[in-house]
């Protein structure tokens, strides 16, 4: 299932770009030099991979917890079916709302790294690049919910790590050459990223099944061991 970060990655971005575009546009890189922006470009992502793998590593530790106490399978049904309801019933799960208290920490965080902007020292990028990988997002919250369900605090932090990197083309083509999508575009993209949302939480609710499916649908552990008893015995 760490394929389907990198996915919802490169398919979300669409919607990184309304929300983060902002910021990426705004990123102080040197116009004169291609080579030095490419290279300032390069530490802003880095940023966001260490932010988003961070949270990736916090959420697989839990997740690692629930797969001891053989709660795996059962935590992959739920997320999806979470991830389904968010898009399907917005007006329950208002993950804007419950983002508030974050969003106003962060805020404070980006009036007192204004004067970052005007500098163009390594540190400056990547620490934009961290801070706005904590900025609330719906997207980047499916994401987590999808890194809740892995099976170890590697694979979590992985399938952070892979969702931020599915975001860099779409994100860097924001800072190199503007606003290149035109609005009709984006408001066909913004229609198609809910349905995308929805197939991932259809595969993570096929993959708590069970059903045997290699890679897809694994069987759970204690399935496969009960079998191999009963073979022995």
């Given at each position: ?40 470009v390069l530490l802003y992502h880095l ?187």
């Amino acid at each position: 299932m760490l394929w389907s970060a990198l996915l919802l990655g490169v398919f979300g971005s669409f919607h990184c770009v309304g929300m983060c575009g902002p910021i990426a546009f705004m990123l102080p890189v040197d116009r004169q030099s291609e080579t030095k922006k490419a290279f300032q470009v390069l530490l802003y992502h880095l940023g966001r991979l260490g932010a988003y793998g961070l949270i990736g590593l916090f959420f697989g530790i839990v997740g690692k917890s629930l797969y001891i106490f053989g709660l795996q399978q059962q935590l992959s049904i739920i997320i999806g079916i979470v991830m389904i309801l968010v898009i399907v019933m917005p007006s329950v799960f208002k993950l804007n709302q419950l983002s508030q208290p974050v969003y106003r920490v962060i805020s404070k965080l980006k009036s007192a790294m204004g004067n970052s902007f005007k500098k163009k020292s390594a540190d400056t990028f990547l620490t934009i690049g961290f801070l706005n990988g904590f900025l609330p997002c719906g997207l980047v919250y499916m994401a987590v919910f999808a890194s809740l369900a892995m099976q170890s605090p590697l694979e979590g932090t992985l399938y952070m790590v892979l969702f931020g990197l599915g975001t860099i083309p779409l994100m860097s083509a924001v800072v190199f050459f503007g606003g290149f999508l035109t609005a009709k575009s984006k408001r066909t993209i913004q229609r198609l990223i809910p349905i995308f949302i929805v197939f991932i939480g259809v595969l993570f609710i096929i993959r708590g099944l069970g059903l045997g499916i290699p890679y897809l649908s694994p069987t759970p552990m204690v399935d496969m061991a009960s079998s191999n008893l009963e073979c022995q015995l």
